[in-house]
Nanobody, 126 residues
């Protein structure tokens, strides 16, 4: 079992930056691919970014490519999402997720993730 806790969300203005953190419990964190997803009011949950278990591979949604960076620190059991040049359309609840398939390639599909955090709200004003 893996318990995930997101933090770092908040209210910012367009153009600002935020860094989200996701702290994971469990000794096998370093074996899991991790992902960030988001859900805006009235919309489906959508993929944002993913990172392989070792951090060597990353994937991004087209809407955030070049602005967001996913990274991880396996020594701290933490995955991060650095968000630059935020836009009002980035407003959503952001969730981190863990794929328990050991050493699996990072996935962009929500169905491949087994553990989810409670989410952190990001609101970007224009």
């Amino acid at each position: 079992q893996v318990h995930l806790v997101e933090s770092g969300g908040g209210l910012v203005q367009a153009g600002d930056s935020l860094r989200l953190s996701c702290a994971a419990s469990g000794r096998t964190f370093s074996s899991y691919a991790m992902g960030w997803f988001r859900q805006a009011p009235g919309k489906e949950r959508e993929f944002v970014a993913a990172i392989s278990w070792g951090g060597g591979s990353t994937y991004y949604a087209d809407s955030v490519k070049g602005r967001f960076t996913i990274s991880r620190d396996n020594a701290k059991n933490t995955v991060y999402l650095r968000m630059n040049r935020l836009k009002p359309e980035d407003t959503a609840v952001y969730y981190c997720a863990a794929d328990r398939r050991v050493l699996a390639t990072a996935s962009i599909r929500a169905d491949d993730y087994d553990y989810w955090g409670q989410g952190t709200q990001v609101t970007v004003s224009s």
